[in-house]
């Protein structure tokens, strides 16, 4: 068959117009995309089983109830569990990227000697050594204290010669330890009642940006009227109702004026004068503070103070705070007990919708040291050299338990990250009541992981197991036989006298639960002093962004800091 | 009835900007759900993908007077002549009519961005580079959305993954339609204030339907004439003020 050059182009034109009319391009064209984007080095998701787990968070002391969803069992991404009746639902942008803290690429995850990996018999037995050759203090400072595992600490210090148990004061809860510090009697542990507040009067504090529990602050932000006092124009200044402009070092005189007009205009709770045992002389003190003199030296108008004290008085009751950003330097004593004070004024403790005591005990105030004395420190998380390191004597020997490197200590012991182990959470320092909870293991940890206690039980074999201090506070809730579980998978709430036995309640704990102890009803106030008792409240130095020190956060969290500019990176 | 009839839906946001505090807890809980990587080193702003995106603006006063807000910005849904439909050579952008979504399709996309040059609010992003979290941290994925490759345009769908899964969930459960609470986006479940109200804005029993037609809802440049289906609130008149001349005019300077 010849075939000339007019029949090879009506074949050829033929096949291309035919083809338009086969699956063939389209197919074609479907599969390549599909290929083109599936390349082998395009990661691929898990595939398994959705299922849904509960835990608690304890990236910060306000212990958020989290909803996990899981493929088999590993966590994809976390949520609020809604029934948590202080979080709300609610967690904050480290929290919800939290499950990725076990793959983070800066995590330690063997023994490190100054940078070197060594094996853990050589880190025990180094450490050991470095106790027995001490001529100082040994310390164990314990940066998340009132844990399970602080009784363990604490009780590891107590074994050694010389050894102490330190734990610094929290980055927030600074007045209402002023507060407790006036009172002659011990008044409980005080919490907010932020669900009934009115009126906020924050001195430099970050009330909308992450202080306290910020699912229940924000869910409220609504019902409540802020006045915020600060110099620099943070973000709760500038979303504040009002801001006050301070000039920096000048909160007490400011509260102290605002104290001036409340005792001029007898605008005073009349069970202060009373309940007061210094009245006069805190009434002498607030009298020299005139709204003119305070003007001159904190840079608001006299007008505008006497407005504010009047506002505050109107809108009986107030409550006032001055905890201070947790990222930045501290408010001075005499400040945050100046604004405690206030709260005494507009008679805003033990009263609805201010604060509140709760049913419970109040935390004994741990030792200090002297500076330049601790020649061993145990640091049970990452040392916070900023505030701590005063307390070091020279060549002193610094062991980080934690999961994050330190190029400054002499060993770092990796520890657990968050989902990695069984802990307890106790109630944030703003809770209307005390609660307890526990957080659920989701993930296993690596191997070459050892949990700060356990470590410590390898140096001092006589400690035990550290298990038991946890099933101790299990069955100190039990033993109250007061208030009641709430269920994070349908917000059901049990008495906990309905449980058998306190085995009964950790399986519900470990389930996703949460247990609430019993509003208490109103207390009478006990006597109190202005001035307090001199115990200090305030950190030293600043811990960092949402109260926390020495976290490596999500790199997703680049979202904020690097790719939009909502953050600086010091934040995340 | 011989065609089974689907309920038509139109879902949309209402965000309340006068609750938004800019935390970015929607920022991280959209880049969890969806599989967002980690920044590249060298991403920026303009080249960083952030599907929704918060925006801080300030209303331009001094000292005490000065006050400033966030607004999330996300695709943001258009219902009238949606500017990235009509330009896309790819079909890879189409209106679902059942739900008024607008979908991305990564799979028919050729990286051309003019959907991105079409789109006045500036929510699409170009994959610069190749999704890569550091090692073992690819077992958090997701695993009901594929991760999109470099070359490609994405923006907020809406989550429509879990659309999907409310969807297979009723259809289990023997119903028809979904269960209105059991969808929610991402961003919407973790906002900690409460202010992304999610719903079907045709559907008068929803909240946001309701806070839609609120005195002071308003939506992003409304004389382009795109019907958003996001509609934002505030009181403040400067919010909504900086809202309609343009969010990133007035957060740019």
Known sequence: ?572 | MGKREQKQSRYGMVIDLDRCTGCGACMVACAVENNVPPANREATGRTGITPVRVFQISNGLEGSDSRQAFIPVMCQQCGVDTPCVSVCPQQAVEVDPSTGIVHQMPQRCLGCRYCMAACPYHARYFNWWDPAWPAAMEKTLNPAVSPRMRGVVEKCNFCHGRLHAARARAAAAGHREIDPADYQPACAEACPAGAIVFGDLDDDSTEAAKLARGGDAFRLLPRLGTGPKIYYRSKRPWVQRAGEQGHQEVANG
């Open chain 1, 1 to 572: 068959m010849h075939i000339d050059r007019r029949d090879f182009f009506k074949f050829a034109g033929g096949s291309a117009v035919g083809l338009v009319f086969t699956p063939v391009p389209w197919t074609l064209l479907n599969d390549s995309a599909k290929w083109s984007q599936n390349g082998s080095w395009i990661p691929r998701p898990l595939d398994g089983e959705i299922r849904t787990q509960f835990s608690n968070c304890t990236l910060c002391r306000a212990g958020c109830g989290v909803r996990a969803r899981c493929v088999g069992n590993q966590p994809v991404s976390l949520a609020g569990a809604a029934a948590h009746p202080s979080s709300r639902g609610a967690l904050c942008p480290i929290g919800l990227a939290g499950h990725h803290q076990a793959y983070h690429p800066r995590r330690v995850l063997q023994p490190v000697r100054r940078g070197r990996p060594v094996p853990l018999e050589e880190a025990v037995t180094g450490v050991r050594s470095a106790i027995a050759a001490s001529k100082g203090r040994v310390a164990l400072l314990d940066l998340d204290p009132g844990r399970a595992a602080s009784a363990v600490y604490r009780r590891f210090a107590e074994n050694l010669r010389k050894g102490v148990y330190l734990a610094p004061l929290p980055p927030e809860g600074a007045t209402l330890r002023a507060l407790a510090n006036m009172f002659e009697k011990p008044f409980g542990p005080l919490g907010l009642d932020l669900e009934n507040a009115r009126t906020i009067l924050s001195f430099s504090t970050p009330i909308l940006d992450g202080w306290g529990t910020p699912g229940r602050v924000l869910k409220q932000r609504g019902n409540f009227h802020l006045i915020q006092v600060e110099p620099a124009a943070s973000r709760t200044a500038s979303l504040a109702d009002v801001w006050l402009p301070i000039r920096p070092g000048t909160e007490a005189d400011l509260a102290l004026g605002l104290a001036h007009i409340i005792t001029r205009e007898n605008l005073v709770d009349p069970a202060c004068a009373r309940r007061a045992t210094d009245f006069s002389a805190y009434q002498e003190l607030a009298a020299r503070h005139t709204p003119e003199s305070v003007a001159s030296a904190c840079g608001i108008a006299p007008a505008k103070i006497v407005e504010t004290a009047r506002y505050l008085a109107q809108r009986n009751p107030p409550i006032a705070i001055a905890d201070g950003d947790p990222a930045g330097p501290p408010l001075s004593e005499e400040a945050v007990y100046a604004v405690a004070g206030l709260n005494l004024l507009f008679g805003s403790v033990g009263c609805t919708g201010a604060i509140v005591p709760r049913a419970g005990q109040l935390a004994a105030a741990p030792p200090d040291v002297e500076d330049g004395s601790v020649d061993v420190m145990i640091v049970a998380g990452a040392f916070p050299w900023r505030q701590m390191e005063r307390k070091l004597a020279r060549k002193a020997v610094v062991v980080s338990l934690s999961a994050w490197p330190d190029a400054r200590a002499e060993y770092v012991i990796p520890a657990p990250v968050y989902l990695e182990s069984v802990e307890d959470v106790p109630a944030p320092f703003d809770a209307r009541t005390e609660t307890f909870s526990l957080a659920a293991q989701l993930l296993q940890p690596p191997a070459g992981v050892i949990a700060p206690a356990d470590f410590l039980a390898r140096i001092e074999p006589s400690l035990g197991r550290p298990g038991d201090a946890l099933a101790a506070r299990l069955a100190a809730v039990y033993k109250t036989r007061r208030g009641s579980v709430i269920s994070y998978k349908d917000g059901s709430s049990t008495p906990l006298d309905g449980f058998k036995s306190a085995e009964d309640l950790r399986q519900a704990l470990l389930a996703g639960a949460v247990w609430v102890d019993r509003q208490v009803s109103e207390a009478p106030l006990p006597r109190f002093c202005f001035a307090g008792n001199g115990r200090p409240v305030s950190p030293a130095a600043g811990y960092g962004w949402r109260g926390v020190h020495g976290l490596s956060v999500s790199p997703v969290l680049s979202k904020l800091y690097q790719e939009s500019g909502l953050r600086n990176a010091q934040e995340a």
